[in-house]
């Protein structure tokens, strides 16, 4: 893919991104006419940007909408909620395009069509806002009330009419190129130029020319109007780029208002009068020359005019030209001075120049009177400009930097930790091995400085993979609104701490999950408005997601003030399809009932909808999370609301776990799952209920024996006090203890994930390189407890 591209669809992602937001903004504050000039900007530069490319489909859907948005922002459309939805639409179908593009490099079939529904549907909306006149006139007058200007030659008329008698095709084309034309890659004259057989030509300026010190040389002001003939596809072609900026319609003889029939013969050529090519060329002079006039006759400058004005004639049929050229000529040299000629060039060209030809020719004079005093303006536009370089170089700079060079950036630094976690080993076989003493403690202290660096290093690349929530949030005020219209309810979405930070991986793996949990809370959580209304409630619920940062966790909250979770109802339904013993059922608390909607198959839904009903939900939601290490907790007050907190790590690139030994292996337990370690009394150890517990600060604890677990032909090793060592774990909301051999300190390692089928072994996490080369299977405590 181009580079070219590539900052395309970064780009055209980021402005669909805006455009959705500013959409919902106007949605929710309609009396607001600020975000609509930001709106239609964006929709202009996204269109402008994908002229740059053979997207016609995707160019003719943005000018649809961009001409919807000219007349939003005219006052002849007001905004609402059925405009918004087609212009979400037109987004939806502006994004589907780009992944095409993306995957592709070009859009597919499905795509190169312009999608004429979706245009006409926009379109439709011009249509409805078009002033309708008190008695439409018939086809056929309307036809013919357009009519060619009259600075078109009577001769050039009857030429015309006996082309279109003969069946040629003529339009006449109408180009006002945009005024940030120039920056979008786009030459006017460059594409007129390229027009075939140009019979007439006026390029006029669209409005009145500023004054001098006003006038923006980047800024296009012109405009084209041609008479040509050819076929309209051909006109499309040309001018394909530049769609939203040229209209075209067909000659026909009623537009050439003569009073009488062609005549049969072609007009002689001198009767066409002069090119319009030279007739350009001859303003420009007659501008130049007015601009110089003071200047000693004849200059450097008037001889140029002379030359041109001389070899433009004698490439010319008419003689009577040249005659008189050449008479005024004499008489400049006759009075020393070039008023003879401009009086005979203004004779030429119908009397005197026209406002802009004014404008010009004084900028002209302006910028030749002021060349004198160039040396000090030079001066100060110097220093000038050094103060502005030097702020632009104050100015933080940003560095676009594609993904995969990070993650290579990880991978290496993941191989520094693993290098370094080497450095240990030497120091202990240089002092157990080989007695050397010294030289083991100049490693330990070498291994202190390199993890120095490597923890600094790891940090800054982490700040680099660092990424705000507001990427994932972001979609929600789009799924809330189209989720809420579809259910019939009123919702009020409030964002908070989305400048919260998380590495780019913890904050993918939280989008699909946080989708879940909104649609649910949205179906299930919220009521309608006529039930609110019956408890007492507003009309309008309130669905509230909060980021925050805590120590080295990201925290999202989602909470509503809807119904709340009916520990009841879930018992009912749990019972009601077997998940749950009956027994074990009656002794849960309300808080363990409401933690049952995330069994896999729950649901409480009536109806099977693309909403709810699958049974498919809560279950996935945890899993999700517990899969990067994270922690979810539930909690809810019927008739109040629900509050749903997700826990994730801030980054998945390192990992610290601490070393255990079990049935003479070595496996790695991640240390934000370790509550603490201890070494209990077997005495301390007893059954209750065919499990193994055990009191630790006025707690009973279950016990999971890890050889047991792992299937291990080996007994727990005890030590020689009688003691078993225990690992208290965080297994979600409880705590459970895992009994293993021994303890062998933490360390940090890279996670790797098991592939293929031994990706589908439950109860591991992946494996890690240690400093000796050995492999260490890293356990996943809650898949063991299950």
Same mark, same amino acid.
């Given at each position: 893919m181009s580079p070219l591209l590539q900052q395309f669809l970064q780009e055209s992602r980021e402005a669909l991104e805006a455009i959705g937001q500013t959409l919902l903004l106007m949605e929710r504050e309609p009396d607001n006419a600020a975000p609509l000039g930001e709106l239609f900007r964006l929709v202009h530069t996204l269109k402008g940007n994908s002229g740059l490319f053979e997207f016609p489909a995707l160019t003719s859907v943005l000018h649809a909408a961009e001409d919807l948005m000219d007349a939003l922002r005219n006052g002849a459309l $007001?905004?609402? =909620?059925?405009? @918004?939805?087609?212009?979400?639409?037109? $987004?939806?179908?502006? &994004?589907?395009?780009?992944?095409?593009?993306?995957?592709?490099? =070009?859009?597919? /079939?499905a795509f190169r069509q312009p999608p004429k529904a979706l245009i006409e549907q926009l379109r439709g909306w011009l249509a409805a806002a078009a002033p309708v006149a008190a008695e439409p006139a018939p086809a056929a007058a309307a036809a013919t009330a357009w009519r060619l200007p009259e600075e078109l030659p009577h001769a050039l008329r009857l030429h015309l009419a006996q082309e279109l008698e003969e069946g040629r095709q003529l339009y006449w084309v109408d180009y006002r190129p945009a005024a940030e034309c120039f920056f979008h890659g786009t030459d006017p004259l460059h594409l007129v130029r390229q027009l075939p057989e140009v019979l007439w030509r006026r390029v006029s300026p669209c409005q009145a020319w500023p004054d001098s010190a006003e006038l923006d040389a980047y800024r296009c002001n012109l405009r084209f109007e041609l008479l040509l003939p050819t076929e309209e596809a051909k006109l499309v072609e040309q001018f394909r780029y530049a769609s939203d900026q040229v209209s075209w319609q067909p000659v026909d003889l009623a537009a050439l208002g003569l009073d009488q029939p062609a005549p049969r013969q072609a007009p002689p050529a001198e009767a066409l009068g002069l090119d319009p090519l030279a007739l350009d060329i001859l303003r420009t002079q007659r501008l130049a020359l007015a601009a110089c006039l003071g200047q000693p006759w004849p200059s450097g400058q008037q001889a140029a005019i002379q030359r041109t004005l001389e070899n433009l004639l004698d490439a010319g049929p008419d003689q009577g030209l040249r005659d008189g050229l050449r008479a005024s000529l004499a008489q400049a040299h006759q009075q020393a001075g070039g008023q003879p000629l401009l009086d005979w060039l203004d004779g030429q060209l119908s009397g005197a120049p026209a406002r802009a030809e004014q404008l010009v020719m004084g900028w002209l004079a302006n910028q030749l009177d002021d060349s004198a005093a160039s040396g000090a303006g030079t001066a100060d536009a110097g220093s000038g400009r050094r103060g502005e370089e030097a702020q632009a170089h104050a100015t933080p700079r940003v560095l676009k930097i594609e993904q995969e060079k990070i993650d290579r950036l990880m991978n290496l630094i993941g191989e520094i930790v693993v290098a370094k976690n080497g450095l240990p080993y030497l120091a202990e076989r240089a002092? =157990?091995?080989?007695?050397?003493?010294?030289l083991s403690r100049e490693i330990k202290a070498q291994y202190a400085v390199v993890n120095r660096i490597a923890e600094d290093l790891q940090? @800054?690349?982490?700040?680099?993979?660092?990424?705000?929530?507001? *990427?994932?949030?972001?979609? *929600?005020?789009? !799924?809330?609104?189209?989720?809420?219209?579809?259910? &019939?309810?009123?919702?009020?979405?409030?964002l908070e701490g989305e400048e919260t930070e998380a590495d780019k991986a913890m904050i993918e793996a939280l989008a699909d999950p946080l989708v879940h949990v909104v649609r649910n809370a949205l179906d299930h959580g919220l009521e309608p408005p006529a039930e609110r209304s019956a408890a007492g409630k507003p009309e309008t619920g309130t669905l509230r997601i909060r980021a925050s940062q805590n120590a080295d966790h990201v925290v999202i909250l989602?909470?509503?003030? &809807?119904?709340?979770?009916? #520990?009841?109802?879930?018992?009912?339904?749990?019972?009601?399809?077997?998940?749950?013993?009956? $027994?074990?059922?009656?002794?849960?608390?309300?808080?363990? !009932?409401?933690?049952?909607?995330?069994?896999?198959? *729950?649901?409480?839904?009536?109806?099977?909808?693309?909403? /709810?009903g699958r049974g498919v939900g809560m279950d996935v939601v945890r899993s @999700?999370?517990?899969?990067? +290490?994270?922690?979810?907790? %539930?909690?809810?007050?019927?008739?109040?609301?629900?509050?749903? /907190? !997700? /826990? %994730? #790590?801030?980054?998945? $690139?390192?990992?610290?776990?601490?070393?255990?030994?079990? +049935? +003479?292996?070595?496996?790695g337990i991640p240390m934000d799952q370790v509550m603490?370690?201890?070494?209990? #009394?077997? @005495?301390a150890i007893r059954p209750l209920k065919q499990q193994q517990t055990a009191q630790l600060r006025g707690r009973t604890i279950p016990l999971k024996s890890l050889n047991q677990l792992l299937a291990l032909d080996a007994e727990q090793r005890r030590n020689e006090d009688d003691e078993q060592a225990v690992m208290v774990l965080r297994n979600r909301s409880e705590l459970a203890g895992l009994v293993i051999d021994d303890f062998h300190g933490s360390v940090d390692i890279i996670l790797k994930p098991m592939l293929g089928i031994l990706g589908e072994l439950p109860g591991y996490s992946g494996t890690a390189v240690m400093g000796d080369g050995?492999? !260490?299977?890293?356990?996943? #405590?809650m898949e063991l407890f299950q």
């Open positions: $007001a905004f609402n =909620q059925q405009l @918004a939805d087609q212009l979400l639409s037109a $987004a939806d179908y502006v &994004g589907e395009y780009l992944d095409e593009v993306e995957s592709q490099e =070009q859009p597919g /079939s002092e =157990q091995q080989y007695g050397q003493r010294d940090d @800054a690349i982490m700040q680099v993979r660092m990424m705000p929530v507001s *990427f994932i949030l972001q979609r *929600f005020p789009r !799924l809330v609104r189209d989720t809420a219209r579809k259910l &019939g309810k009123k919702v009020n979405l409030v989602i909470d509503d003030d &809807g119904r709340g979770i009916d #520990p009841q109802r879930i018992k009912a339904k749990v019972a009601e399809k077997g998940l749950v013993d009956p $027994a074990t059922l009656d002794a849960m608390g309300e808080q363990e !009932l409401v933690n049952l909607v995330f069994l896999p198959g *729950f649901s409480t839904a009536e109806q099977i909808s693309d909403l /709810s @999700a999370i517990e899969k990067v +290490g994270g922690q979810l907790r %539930l909690s809810s007050q019927l008739g109040s609301g629900t509050q749903l /907190s !997700l /826990s %994730l #790590p801030l980054s998945m $690139a390192v990992t610290q776990v601490m070393v255990i030994e079990s +049935g +003479g292996q070595r496996f603490e370690t201890v070494r209990l #009394p077997q @005495a050995s492999i !260490l299977m890293i356990l996943n #405590p």
